[in-house]
């Protein structure tokens, strides 16, 4: 969604429609802007993706069932601030 102007290595994300900050400091080198699709895992940005990557990916997530449900509602409760260590989350694709 945007690239935090005052934390250039993190970024607010989309996940499920659940809004957070990760980290991107190792992707500074895919010169990332909004719209871009990412692959994260524990709050940070892992690669750069395609847009038919990610529906895959969000395919198999959400095929696991109640296990993907149970994560995205304990993602929803963390906390969605900037300033958080950026390391929780789950592996998604995000736009």
Known sequence: MEILTDHADLARVDVSGVRRAINVGLLEDENLKPGDWILIHVGFALSKIDEEE??????????????????????????????????RGEADAVR
């Open 54 to 87: 990610a529906k895959a990916a969000m395919e198999f997530l959400e095929g696991i069932g109640q296990a993907y449900d149970d994560e995205i509602a304990a993602f929803k409760e963390s906390s969605l601030d900037a300033s958080d260590s950026a390391g």
